[in-house]
């Protein structure tokens, strides 16, 4: 990971996102990270909908400590998503932005379907 100014520095995305990148470069033996990637799109994709489905429940039943560690799930296997389909987060981070120049109704309504 990146090296941190103090204590307390927050971890970010993009560390999370560097952090995705080196161990795609290591082999499966040792990576849980590059097996996923060995297993394709699809099977990372459908980790990821399970991660999701496990955060709603923890989020649906209040529980704090599982929302937090089911979150933690959920980004790093959308990171492992991005990562495999070769979408830069920083392109995401940029529709995001673009996005939030705007009402979300005014965002939403002015998507192509």
């Given at each position: 990971?990146?090296?941190?100014?103090?204590?307390?520095?927050?971890?970010?995305?993009?560390?999370?996102?560097?952090?995705?990148?080196?161990?795609?470069?290591?082999?499966?033996?040792t990576s849980y990270t590059?097996?996923?990637?060995?297993?394709?799109?699809?099977?990372?994709?459908?980790?990821?909908?399970?991660?999701?489905?496990?955060?709603?429940?923890?989020?649906?039943?209040?529980?704090?400590?599982?929302?937090?560690?089911?979150?933690?799930?959920v980004l790093y296997h959308?990171?492992?998503?991005?990562?495999?389909?070769?979408?830069?987060?920083?392109?995401?981070?940029?529709?995001?932005?673009?996005?939030?120049?705007?009402?979300?109704?005014?965002?939403?309504?002015?998507?192509?379907?």
């Amino acid at each position: 990971m990146g090296e941190k100014d103090g204590a307390d520095a927050m971890f970010t995305l993009d560390e999370l996102a560097q952090t995705i990148d080196q161990r795609a470069g290591t082999g499966a033996e040792t990576s849980y990270t590059r097996s996923l990637i060995d297993k394709g799109a699809a099977h990372c994709a459908r980790k990821f909908g399970e991660e999701a489905i496990e955060f709603a429940i923890a989020a649906a039943a209040l529980d704090e400590s599982a929302v937090r560690a089911e979150a933690a799930d959920v980004l790093y296997h959308l990171l492992v998503v991005l990562r495999v389909r070769g979408v830069a987060l920083s392109s995401v981070m940029d529709e995001l932005g673009k996005r939030s120049k705007q009402s979300g109704h005014q965002e939403k309504a002015s998507r192509t379907k």
